[in-house]
């Protein structure tokens, strides 16, 4: 192999190109990215940079001593045998990296809606939070309560429209107890209530409604960012198809990041995870895969929240599991909650602003270690405490 191409110039894009120098690859290696931007890390983007705490969030990698090409300001057009079709002409590659990642949902209508997706993206918002300004937030998922709480601090009067019946709802089940934060701060939360258009002065709503706005932002979700690789050989179905070894059919081209839907042996099915520590850990696994190496991808997926003052943080799978609480959500600020499958073993755990329980639990998911439910619901013992045989 002498040439690998890497599309994608995301966390996900850096660390497959020093995960490939890591393998030993010597040969050339050329890093294609639609934004001009050089690569930067996406989770600061609603914090920090929203806070006003940063403006750059670049990624800590020399390229230059990694020896990579660089083409940014360039995006993939299509794929075909060996070829990859760039709007700055075709590349030839022995192996492919897709990190191509994914894009943000907008709603109908005419006016502006802001998304949170590229550092151009935070900047532009970081701009109109201004205090008094009032800002509609669309969607009370992880990055709608993000942009909520810096708009808050910011002193914006600031209005969430959530579409299900509580906060997270798409993503866990013990949203509604969150619901209390946005009070705390001011912000008034609409749940059960959908949006129908954007409009220049704010949001009309399916029932008529009006929630007047002089900023109105959408976090509805993204969708994997590979409409370029339609009609070529690899299979697409909620992003790339990849095996255990995030290969793709093509057995030149592997897939990381958020636009990779891979096979988990762990939980038995197939995942496409949205977060950093994905990015952050799948690019060896493929690396490692592109040059020939065994290697599996089956990690205790992670992610976490900063939002209205508290750090909320999650590991593991919790579908099909049976929800155990840690504490009183309703009393005490400090809580967890725990996801147990039907034979006793850990699956998933969410706490807020209860690291220990984290690491914990983590390690626990990944041991597949099983638990003592009735001492797991004591939020006194330590979870490594509530094991059992």
Not at 18 to 31: P, Y
Request: net charge negative; with cysteine.
């Amino acid at each position: 192999m002498d040439h690998v191409v890497v599309v994608g110039a995301g966390l996900a894009g850096v660390r497959s190109i020093e995960a490939l120098r890591a393998h030993g690859f010597a040969g050339r290696i050329t890093l294609v990215g639609e934004e001009i931007h050089r690569p930067y890390d996406r989770p600061p983007l609603s914090k920090a940079v929203l806070l006003g705490d940063a403006d750059s969030t670049v990624v800590d990698s020399d390229l230059d001593a990694l020896d990579v090409t660089l083409r940014l300001g360039t995006a993939a057009k299509g794929l075909r045998e060996g070829v990859l079709e760039t709007t700055d002409g075709e590349l030839q590659f022995d192996g492919l990296v897709v990190a191509t990642g994914a894009t943000p949902i907008r709603l109908r209508g005419e006016g502006r809606q802001h998304v949170l997706r590229t550092i151009d993206d935070a900047l532009a918002l970081r701009a109109e939070l201004v205090p008094g300004a009032r800002v509609a937030i669309v969607g009370a998922g992880w990055i709608g309560a993000e942009v909520a709480t810096a708009a808050a601090r910011a002193g914006c009067r600031v209005t969430v429209v959530e579409a299900g019946p509580a906060p997270l709802s798409g993503a866990i089940p013990v949203g509604a107890h969150t619901v209390p934060w946005y009070a705390e701060v001011g912000v008034e939360l609409l749940l059960d209530t959908k949006v129908g258009t954007v409009d220049p002065d704010g949001l009309t709503l399916l029932s008529g409604d009006r929630v007047p706005a002089d900023v109105v932002v959408t976090g509805i979700g993204v969708r994997p960012a590979v409409n370029w690789l339609e009609g070529s050989d690899v299979e697409l179905d909620n992003g790339v198809l990849v095996d255990e070894h995030l290969r793709t059919f093509d057995p030149s081209v592997v897939a990381v990041g958020d636009c990779a839907n891979w096979w988990s042996r762990r939980f038995r099915r197939r995942m496409r995870v949205e977060h950093w520590d994905n990015a952050l850990g799948a690019p060896d696994v493929a690396a490692a895969t592109l040059l020939g190496e065994n290697a599996v991808y089956d990690p205790v997926p992670y992610f976490w929240s900063e939002q209205f003052g508290r750090m909320v943080q999650y590991a593991g799978h919790h579908e099909g599991g049976r929800l155990v609480l840690r504490g009183d959500p309703e009393a005490d600020p400090k809580w967890a909650a725990c996801w147990v499958t039907d034979d006793h073993r850990l699956t998933a755990i969410l706490t807020v602003d209860r690291p220990r329980d984290l690491v914990q639990g983590r390690r626990l998911v990944e041991g597949r270690q099983r638990v003592d439910v009735a001492r797991l619901a004591d939020p006194s013992l330590t979870l490594r405490d509530c094991t059992v045989a």
